[in-house]
T-cell receptor, first 110, second 114 residues
Framework: KNEVEQSPQNLTAQEGEFITINCSYS?????LHWLQQHPGGGIVSLFM???GKKKHGRLIATINIQEKHSSLHITASHPRDSAVYIC????????????FGTGTRLQVTL | DAGITQSPRHKVTETGTPVTLRCHQT?????MYWYRQDPGHGLRLIHY???????DKGEVSDGYSVSRSKTEDFLLTLESATSSQTSVYFC?????????????FGPGTRLTVL
């Protein structure tokens, strides 16, 4: 079993829909990251979370440390949100190393 | 965008040949990382560096070596490339390697070993 599991693996939505991507992990962590990989391959960091909730534009990320679970929400989805979304965790005691999920491929259609 | 470049961006080589990939940063960040990305796997750490001449292995380091003689450059070498090393390779940098440090990724290098 991978230390970081994401669901769903693939997701298709229509423009305007509310989207949720889930990430579960099995180890103690000091931080959790959400990243976005564009169709061209570039990877950018969206959020770093250690507790609670963060919001940036139409993106919201939450984390429940006790349940070892995080969600990434996209409100009013748009075709430009089509990308692979990757969850990564920094385990406690593993300074500087991230463990990555396999990603959720999102396609938003008109 | 963080100033990270990778070269080459694409390479096709034959089994048994040596290959060196270069990562160059202009951010003066202390930590640099090499990952590989393959279908069905998350990004996997090959090697990382926490300073000039200071490197350590990641989870998939067999068949790879690295060197960092300057803060800005981190080289990944495949001494004798194999088909299993066909992959997309990403370099990343981070300022301090701390628990809340953000990693910034380069554009990737697509390597095909025939």
């Amino acid at each position: 079993k991978n230390e970081v599991e994401q669901s769903p693996q693939n997701l298709t939505a229509q423009e305007g829909e509310f989207i949720t991507i889930n990430c579960s992990y099995s180890v103690g962590i000091s931080a959790l990251h959400w990243l976005q990989q564009h169709p061209g391959g570039g990877i950018v960091s969206l959020f770093m979370l250690s507790s609670g909730k963060k919001k940036h534009g139409r993106l919201i990320a939450t984390i429940n440390i006790q349940e070892k679970h995080s969600s990434l929400h996209i409100t009013a989805s748009h075709p430009r949100d089509s990308a692979v979304y990757i969850c990564a965790v920094k385990s406690t005691g593993t300074a500087s190393k991230l463990t990555f999920g396999t990603g959720t491929r999102l396609q938003v259609t008109l | 965008d963080a100033g990270i470049t990778q070269s080459p961006r694409h390479k096709v080589t034959e089994t048994g040949t040596p290959v060196t990939l270069r990562c160059h940063q202009t951010e003066n960040h202390r930590y640099m990382y090499w990952y590989r990305q393959d279908p069905g796997h998350g990004l996997r750490l090959i090697h990382y560096s926490y300073g000039v001449k200071d490197t350590d292995k990641g989870e998939v380091s067999d068949g790879y070596s690295v060197s960092r003689s300057k803060t800005e450059d981190f080289l990944l070498t495949l001494e004798s490339a194999t088909s299993s090393q066909t992959s997309v390779y990403f370099c990343a940098i981070s300022e301090s390697g701390g628990s809340r440090d953000t990693q910034y990724f380069g554009p990737g290098t697509r390597l095909t070993v025939l």
